[in-house]
């Protein structure tokens, strides 16, 4: 053996030693080390696991970072309760054998809503969102039947209270929605909570204190029994928001020979257990990262509320629908409420034709108090008039017709697609009536008009019908058409047909108001394109109404104090009971689909009480 020297011998019997006891020598503190992962971000409420699941696997001391106590096991699953930034370690007798940053923020509630959901409604986060909502809402109802309504509604109870406080068990960057589902016959209800157990207990003294019955289930959740004897609700938790299943007690039972829809693949049934599993068995993104959720995420504005909708999957019977899914953002300032909506379908609707704007609205006495327009192609709408061909609708309508020796396709030829209706209010007519009777009795102008293609067929259709009546008419010939004169429970009611359009004027003549491009003015006071070319609209002005009643400082037969007077009472009833100055709502095509705006305009200085707060 050739001579080396001891020391050398020495040092390598003790490299030996060392690598053979390795790290489970006494004191080899280094040797362990928990597993980590980089530093990253995570969900609140959502469990974090660490550490090895290997079998025998040393115990770690971890350290969340959170405030919460310390756990001993060889691993570690946490759920943080808050956004923030957390140092977690993991300790071995003592020594730091691991450390990780976990930055964690708000879990999003459509991660939390199970992707097979068919409608959400949601607030994305409840701090500026709710309350804005709530003081609309008050102002629009007032604070005594708001904060009865809101405390009422399910988990809004324990929202209100949490926001009044600054503090609580809700968290306020989360969300609170409702949610469908295709097998569960009723609706889930989701709020983002930060102390779950503390948020089942007050919403479970809430619900009891309204006479519910609550009694826990032996697995977390709790069995709520409703105070009308309906089905039972069910109340849990699942990675920190909070669920409350209600289920439609009131569903329809199919009757013996009663025909099933074929959309209903598989019946939906009232089991608060479906709802629980489909949340229970929720992976990954849940809704939000749904294609069709993304595509129409895209094509709305953003805002304090969403609704989303998917399209019911046609049956093999069923003849499939154009339409795949709807989506609405709505923005809620302290007097106005906007809706910016899109549908989406699978091919044009209406087959992408448009029909002109109504004739009427361009040229018509300025100033209605309400308005609706139909732009669409002739044949969509005969489908409305007289339902879509081959219906039982249809084939009776064409059926009596014929019977009467008519043609029923050159009537339906006759639309030219265009229909529009405008209502004038008659302040002084009805502050007289007011006035003498004590009673407010409507006083007022309708105006419906079409457009027409041929009057012919309408006018053999109005004789037809008109000859062997029972009602007193008058009939004039006019250059083209013909004019039907008559009186309907005291007012004179007027019907002209022309080459190109038939208008009905029921009520007093609007002979003494300015006119002017009703539809113009209709569109710089709603803003957008309502009221054009190939847009269905509706908007009701009770801000004219008012307009029009304060701008009476005279009407014949009446003094100027019983006219003040009455003015006075009818306008504190208006602000009283109708704090509604303006809605509308037009629907127009797109591409890909169709548009949809809305809003709702409240009185300046509505009442508001802030009652919830």
């Known amino acids: 053996m050739p001579l080396v020297p001891r020391s050398v011998r020495s040092s390598a019997a003790l490299l030996v030693l060392m690598a053979a006891v390795g790290p489970w020598a006494s004191g080899c503190r280094r040797a362990i080390r928990a597993e980590m992962g980089e530093d990253r971000v995570v969900e609140a409420g959502v469990p974090v696991e660490l550490g090895s699941r290997e079998e025998g696997a040393p115990v770690l001391s971890w350290e969340p970072?959170?405030?919460?106590?310390?756990?001993?096991?060889?691993?570690?699953?946490?759920?943080?309760?808050?956004?923030?930034?957390?140092?977690?370690?993991?300790?071995?007798?003592?020594?730091?054998?691991?450390?990780?940053?976990?930055?964690?923020?708000?879990?999003?509630?459509?991660?939390?809503?199970?992707?097979?959901?068919?409608?959400?409604?949601?607030?994305?986060?409840?701090?500026?969102?709710?309350?804005?909502?709530?003081?609309?809402?008050?102002?629009?109802?007032?604070?005594?039947?708001?904060?009865?309504?809101?405390?009422?509604?399910?988990?809004?109870?324990?929202?209100?209270?949490?926001?009044?406080?600054?503090?609580?068990?809700?968290?306020?960057?989360?969300?609170?929605?409702?949610?469908?589902?295709?097998?569960?016959?009723?609706?889930?209800?989701?709020?983002?909570?930060?102390?779950?157990?503390?948020?089942?207990?007050?919403?479970?003294?809430?619900?009891?204190?309204?006479?519910?019955?609550?009694?826990?289930?032996?697995?977390?959740?709790?069995?709520?029994?409703?105070?009308?004897?309906?089905?039972?609700?069910?109340?849990?938790?699942?990675?920190?928001?909070?669920?409350?299943?209600?289920?439609?007690?009131?569903?329809?039972?199919?009757?013996?020979?009663?025909?099933?829809?074929?959309?209903?693949?598989?019946?939906?049934?009232?089991?608060?257990?479906?709802?629980?599993?489909?949340?229970?068995?929720?992976?990954?993104?849940?809704?939000?990262?749904?294609?069709?959720?993304?595509?129409?995420?895209?094509?709305?504005?953003?805002?304090?509320?969403?609704?989303?909708?998917?399209?019911?999957?046609?049956?093999?019977?069923?003849?499939?629908?154009?339409?795949?899914?709807?989506?609405?953002?709505?923005?809620?300032?302290?007097?106005?409420?906007?809706?910016?909506?899109f549908l989406a379908s699978s091919r044009p609707l209406f087959q992408g034709a448009n029909a002109p704007a109504s004739a009427l609205l361009a040229d018509s006495a300025l100033g209605p108090v309400a308005a609706a327009q139909l732009s669409v192609p002739p044949e969509e709408l005969a489908k409305l008039v007289f339902g879509a061909p081959g219906s039982p609708l249809r084939e009776r309508v064409v059926e009596r017709w014929r019977s009467r020796g008519l043609d029923p396709e050159a009537l339906l030829k006759a639309l030219r697609g265009d229909v529009a209706v405008l209502v004038y209010f008659d302040a002084p007519g009805f502050l007289k009536s007011f006035v003498q009777s004590h009673r407010p009795e409507p006083r007022g102008t309708v105006l419906i008009d079409a457009g027409l293609t041929s009057a012919e067929p309408v006018l053999r259709l109005l004789d037809e019908h008109l000859d062997g009546s029972l009602l007193r008419f008058r009939v004039e010939n006019v250059p083209g058409g013909k004019v039907y004169r008559t009186m309907l429970r005291g007012f004179p009611v007027q019907l002209m047909v022309g080459a190109q359009r038939a208008t009905l004027l029921a009520g007093e003549p609007l002979d003494g108001r300015p006119r002017g491009d009703v539809g113009r003015a209709l569109r710089e006071r709603l803003g957008g394109e309502a009221f054009g070319a190939g847009h269905q609209s509706l908007m009701a002005d009770l801000g004219q109404l008012r307009a029009d009643l304060d701008a009476q400082h005279s009407v014949p037969g009446v003094t100027a104090e019983r006219l003040a007077s009455a003015q006075g009472l009818v306008k504190a009833v208006l602000e009283r009971f109708l704090p509604l100055d303006s809605a509308f709502m037009d629907f127009s095509l797109a591409e890909g689909g169709a548009r949809l705006k809305g809003g709702l305009r409240l009185r300046e200085g509505a009442r508001s009480g802030q009652g919830w707060r």
């Open 65 to 341: 970072g959170d405030g919460t106590p310390s756990v001993q096991s060889p691993r570690l699953s946490h759920a943080f309760a808050r956004p923030g930034v957390y140092s977690v370690r993991a300790l071995h007798e003592g020594q730091e054998v691991g450390r990780v940053q976990l930055t964690v923020v708000p879990r999003p509630l459509l991660r939390a809503v199970p992707a097979e959901a068919q409608t959400v409604l949601w607030m994305p986060t409840l701090r500026g969102n709710m309350e804005a909502l709530v003081d609309f809402y008050e102002r629009l109802v007032g604070p005594e039947e708001s904060e009865n309504a809101l405390r009422d509604a399910p988990l809004v109870a324990l929202v209100l209270e949490s926001l009044a406080q600054s503090s609580g068990v809700v968290d306020p960057e989360e969300g609170f929605g409702l949610f469908l589902l295709p097998a569960f016959d009723g609706v889930v209800a989701l709020l983002g909570v930060t102390e779950p157990e503390a948020a089942m207990q007050a919403v479970a003294q809430e619900l009891e204190s309204s006479g519910h019955q609550v009694s826990p289930t032996g697995d977390g959740a709790m069995r709520v029994i409703p105070a009308d004897s309906g089905e039972p609700m069910l109340l849990f938790v699942d990675r920190g928001y909070l669920y409350l299943a209600i289920p439609d007690s009131d569903a329809d039972e199919v009757e013996p020979g009663e025909p099933v829809s074929v959309l209903a693949v598989e019946p939906a049934i009232a089991d608060v257990e479906v709802a629980r599993g489909a949340v229970r068995d929720l992976k990954g993104p849940g809704l939000s990262e749904s294609a069709l959720y993304q595509e129409l995420r895209a094509k709305v504005a953003e805002g304090h509320v969403y609704l989303y909708s998917s399209a019911l999957k046609a049956g093999a019977e069923e003849k499939e629908s154009p339409v795949r899914g709807f989506m609405a953002s709505l923005v809620v300032q302290s007097e106005r409420m906007t809706l910016d909506g």
